[in-house]
């Protein structure tokens, strides 16, 4: 130090260079409470405030969005659940029909709702076709939504034409191989799930086969019916009745496994085409952003009410199976299937209109 103040330069230098290092020191501190502690402390005080909110979720009505007419499956699936919601919640649950758009109308409500567990939307798969089918939606299926839990799954019918002599899915493939272009099969529409289902056949047996679309499920089984064409894949629900009653012919189920009513009737996969499967499923989105632990509250109560009994007895007369997952597991199952329909499209040559 007797050396420093020997050197007046020398003095002025060490002071300096103390007064730099303690404004780095200085701005070091700053830095770390803004960098680190300030965003760790933010988001401690949110799931703290995220856990107060569903710890008095929910504290007014709900409302589910179903993009469908009364009487389908997530019509039906949404009132279902909102009874028994609320009888055990004590709030009333509301269901609002905004059919239109192949749902894309009800969607477009829920994602631009508060992300606050009041609103949720009703689906079937029909919500992951609609990317491959439509080259702009006014929201973003995985961003602006948050899934709560899948809540059921059904098989469809392989319904046959009476016309066309064939007796099983091994049978019809080697017919439409002899007959590229000429089998036909009706569909509920362009990009619909019988749309995607019958394309399904299509690429995994390597045969050529000619689309006929129609208005909607009725209008396609009424085709098949008829014999106007060859064959149609029809949700179980709308089909069943009409299977029992002897009044069309099915030759197979879509499902992994043969259904109860049905021990008979074989799989696609069984019977033709091994690997294939597809099954209609529906489930509960919420808007995107939903604090998590109002999902998980949502989700822990219809995964309780999906284990009624008299509940899964009510699903089984939709031809369905009520089924459950946890959020983040109905999140990655429907990127997944955007993914899926999305290369089907491609490789069918379907294209977003």
């Known amino acids: ?121 009703s689906i079937s798969s029909a919500f992951a076709i609609s990317p491959s089918i439509y080259s702009t939606l006014p929201f973003d299926p995985l961003r602006d939504f948050s899934g709560v839990t899948l809540t059921a799954t059904g098989p469809a019918f392989l319904l046959i034409s009476p016309n066309l002599k064939v007796n099983t899915v091994k049978e019809l493939l080697e017919f439409a191989a002899k007959n590229p272009g000429k089998v036909t099969y009706s569909s509920a529409g362009v990009g619909s799930g019988s749309h995607f289902a019958a394309e399904l056949i299509q690429a995994k047996a390597g045969v050529e086969l000619l689309h006929i679309p129609t208005k909607g499920i009725p209008d396609g089984i009424t085709e098949v019916m008829s014999g106007r064409v060859d064959f149609f894949i029809s949700p179980y629900a709308s089909a069943v009745n009409l299977v029992r009653a002897g009044k069309v012919r099915a030759i197979a189920v879509t499902s992994t496994k043969r259904v109860k009513e049905f021990p008979a009737l074989p799989t696609v996969a069984e ?44 699903f089984a007369e939709l031809g369905t199976v009520a089924v459950s997952s946890t959020p983040d597991q109905f999140d990655k199952m429907i990127a997944a299937e955007i993914t899926e329909f999305s290369r089907l499209a491609k490789a069918s040559g379907i294209k977003p209109e």
């Not at 529906?282 to 989700?299: R, V």
């Open 1 to 121: 130090m007797l050396f420093l103040l020997t050197f007046p330069w020398c003095a002025r230098a060490a002071n300096l260079a103390v007064m730099r290092v303690k404004q780095i020191l200085s701005f070091w501190e700053t830095s770390v409470i803004n960098n680190l502690i300030k965003p760790v402390l933010c988001a401690a005080f949110c799931l703290l405030s995220a856990s107060i909110c569903a710890q008095t979720y929910p504290s007014q009505p709900i409302k589910i969005v179903v993009g469908f007419s009364p009487g389908g499956v997530p019509d039906i699936a949404a009132r279902v659940i909102g009874q028994h919601m609320s009888e055990s919640w004590k709030q009333p649950v509301l269901v609002e029909n905004k059919p239109g758009a192949g749902s894309n109308i009800a969607a477009q409500i829920v994602a631009g709702a508060p992300a606050d567990g009041y609103t949720l939307l």
């Open 271 to 314: 019977s033709g085409i091994p690997g294939y499967k597809w099954e209609f499923w529906y489930g509960l989105l919420a808007p995107g952003k939903t604090p998590k632990p109002i999902l998980q509250k949502i989700y822990a109560e219809v995964k309780r009410i999906l284990e009624l009994p008299e509940v899964k007895e009510r």
